[in-house]
Structures are given as structure tokens and as C-alpha cells.
């Protein structure tokens, strides 16, 4: 069996595979003072919650934008699974073909979703990942990964509108029902999800503007993304995979490991 683990600003998503069955998926917080003590009873539950044995794991992978937890979750998986970590960056094997400027720069868990993506689907493709950032990736005809935009995510932009404006306050998100809110809570639900809504639309309209092309093939992913998928009104093929990591993540310990797992 394999065990994934994605590691995010705000989450840490993990897995574990037998073959090509996903056995089952857990979700952390991110808290980068945790021990590998902490990680590793916290690991440790999901198993025993889902009855599956971490004995039984003879391979692992990780996928990391948070340097201090990377290896932290590596001490974990050696106590608890004794596996030694795969763990994504430069020199690992992804099967990518990337163009950009310093493909060193490429974050682990970009490299993880566009590998997920190729598995699903045809090129050209876009990856849309709605996290702690908003990132979307694009794969051209020839197969090349030639950039990636970048901005803020949702949490960041709520958490800086309550911060910087005294009068709006920190609240969850909701579904909007009006465009336009009759209240602060309706408004800011409106203005963060149609605003990104509409904002992705744009973004995938340029790039396929860019790219002569119609309609484009497009996988998102994310903690948002469900939340804001069904607002956004453009004709790009839009598919939801919210184990796109994950896979990635597997493939990729597949091609560097002669075992397949």
C-alpha cells in the first residue's frame, strides 16, 4: 500500500492507495509548531478510524509548500509506517515536460495536480486549484507545462478584507443567493464568490483566447473550488476532482519506484 500526503498552507490532505483503490482520504490543519510525535498519533487515527493497518504500508510520497512540516511529516511516516518518504522537488521524476523560466521554482503540489490532470484528461488542459492561493496551470498541445498564474485565495482575501476594513467582519463563507447583498455577511458572500467566479471566467476566456481555442479542458481542484464552480458562467468543459493531488502524488512515486503501489 501508498501513502500520499499533500502538504498546504492551510491543510495537509492525506491518502492511502492499494493499487489503484483509494483506501481512504484525511484532512489536517496545518500547524507548523506540531511535532513528529504530534503528526504521527494524528496519522495514526485515520488509520485506525478507517481500519486500515500502517503496517501494511510499504511505500510513501509527499508533496510539500511548507518546509518546516516537510520534514516533520517525514519523522511521522518513518515512526509510524517505517517507509522513507518520497518527497517531491527537484531531481524526482514527474513525467512533467516543464517550460517555464526556473522550473526548479515549481511548487510540489502544482507538479502533483498537473500530473493528476494529465491522467484525466486530454490536452490542452487548465488546472485550477482554489487554496490558500488560487493558482491555474496551463498544459499546452505539445504536452508542455508553460506557466502558472497565481493570486490570492479566497481565505486570504476574507481574512484581509475584515483586517484592513474596521467595519467588515471576519465571518464564514455561504452560498450567495443575490448578486447583490442587502447586508454586510450577504455582501461579502457575493462580492468573494461571484468576484472569483467571474475572475476565473476571465482568466480562462484569455487563455483560451491566447491559445486559438474555443473551449478548453478544464480540471479544478481545492478546498473553494465546489463553492464557486457552480457561479462561474463560462463554456469551458469544467471538471471537479478533489482528489487531483492525491493521484498525481501516486503516479509520481509510481516513476520513481520500479514497485508499483
Same mark, same amino acid.
Given at each position: 500500500?501508498?501513502?500520499?500526503?499533500?502538504?498546504?498552507?492551510?491543510?495537509?490532505?492525506?491518502?492511502?492507495?492499494? *493499487? *489503484?483503490?483509494?483506501?481512504?482520504?484525511?484532512?489536517?490543519?496545518?500547524?507548523?509548531?506540531?511535532?513528529?510525535?504530534?503528526?504521527? $498519533?494524528? !496519522?495514526?487515527g485515520a488509520?485506525?478510524?478507517?481500519?486500515?493497518? %500502517?503496517?501494511?504500508?510499504?511505500?510513501?510520497?509527499? =508533496? &510539500?509548500v511548507v518546509?518546516?512540516?516537510? &520534514?516533520?511529516? =517525514?519523522? =511521522?511516516?518513518?515512526?509510524?509506517?517505517?517507509?522513507?518518504?518520497?518527497?517531491?522537488?527537484?531531481?524526482?521524476?514527474?513525467?512533467?515536460?516543464? /517550460?517555464?523560466?526556473? %522550473?526548479?521554482?515549481?511548487?510540489?503540489?502544482?507538479?502533483?495536480?498537473? $500530473? +493528476?490532470?494529465? !491522467?484525466?484528461?486530454? #490536452?490542452?488542459? $487548465?488546472?485550477?486549484?482554489?487554496?490558500?492561493?488560487?493558482?491555474?496551470?496551463?498544459?499546452?498541445? #505539445?504536452?508542455?507545462?508553460?506557466?502558472?498564474?497565481?493570486? %490570492?485565495?479566497?481565505? !486570504?482575501?476574507?481574512?484581509?478584507?475584515?483586517?484592513?476594513?474596521?467595519?467588515?467582519?471576519?465571518?464564514?463563507?455561504?452560498?450567495?443567493?443575490?448578486?447583490? +447583498?442587502?447586508?454586510?455577511?450577504? &455582501?461579502?458572500?457575493? +462580492?468573494?464568490?461571484?468576484?472569483? =467566479?467571474?475572475?476565473?471566467?476571465?482568466?480562462?476566456?484569455?487563455?483560451?483566447?491566447?491559445?486559438? #481555442? *474555443?473551449?478548453?479542458?478544464?480540471?479544478?481542484?481545492?478546498?473553494?473550488?465546489?463553492?464557486?464552480?457552480?457561479?462561474?458562467? &463560462?463554456?469551458?468543459?469544467?471538471?471537479?476532482?478533489?482528489?487531483?493531488?492525491?493521484?498525481?502524488?501516486?503516479?509520481?512515486y509510481q516513476?520513481?519506484? /520500479?514497485?508499483?503501489?
Amino acid at each position: 500500500m501508498l501513502f500520499v500526503c499533500d502538504i498546504g498552507n492551510s491543510s495537509i490532505k492525506t491518502g492511502v492507495y492499494d *493499487d *489503484d483503490k483509494l483506501l481512504f482520504r484525511s484532512v489536517f490543519s496545518s500547524v507548523d509548531h506540531r511535532t513528529a510525535d504530534d503528526m504521527a $498519533v494524528l !496519522i495514526k487515527g485515520a488509520f485506525s478510524m478507517h481500519g486500515v493497518d %500502517p503496517a501494511l504500508v510499504d511505500g510513501a510520497v509527499i =508533496a &510539500s509548500v511548507v518546509r518546516p512540516l516537510t &520534514s516533520t511529516a =517525514a519523522a =511521522a511516516i518513518e515512526l509510524l509506517m517505517h517507509v522513507k518518504p518520497l518527497i517531491v522537488g527537484p531531481g524526482v521524476k514527474t513525467g512533467l515536460n516543464i /517550460k517555464t523560466d526556473i %522550473p526548479s521554482q515549481l511548487g510540489a503540489d502544482i507538479a502533483a495536480g498537473a $500530473v +493528476g490532470a494529465q !491522467i484525466m484528461r486530454p #490536452q490542452p488542459q $487548465v488546472i485550477i486549484s482554489m487554496g490558500t492561493a488560487t493558482t491555474l496551470t496551463s498544459i499546452n498541445d #505539445q504536452g508542455e507545462l508553460c506557466g502558472v498564474l497565481i493570486v %490570492p485565495g479566497i481565505g !486570504i482575501s476574507l481574512a484581509a478584507l475584515a483586517e484592513n476594513a474596521a467595519e467588515l467582519p471576519l465571518s464564514g463563507l455561504n452560498p450567495p443567493t443575490i448578486l447583490l +447583498g442587502r447586508n454586510t455577511a450577504d &455582501s461579502m458572500n457575493s +462580492g468573494i464568490i461571484f468576484g472569483n =467566479a467571474s475572475m476565473l471566467d476571465g482568466l480562462l476566456d484569455r487563455i483560451s483566447s491566447e491559445w486559438k #481555442q *474555443d473551449t478548453l479542458d478544464v480540471i479544478a481542484t481545492g478546498a473553494y473550488a465546489e463553492m464557486v464552480l457552480p457561479y462561474m458562467i &463560462s463554456e469551458h468543459r469544467i471538471k471537479y476532482e478533489v482528489n487531483l493531488t492525491l493521484i498525481g502524488l501516486k503516479r509520481i512515486y509510481q516513476l520513481n519506484n /520500479k514497485k508499483k503501489s
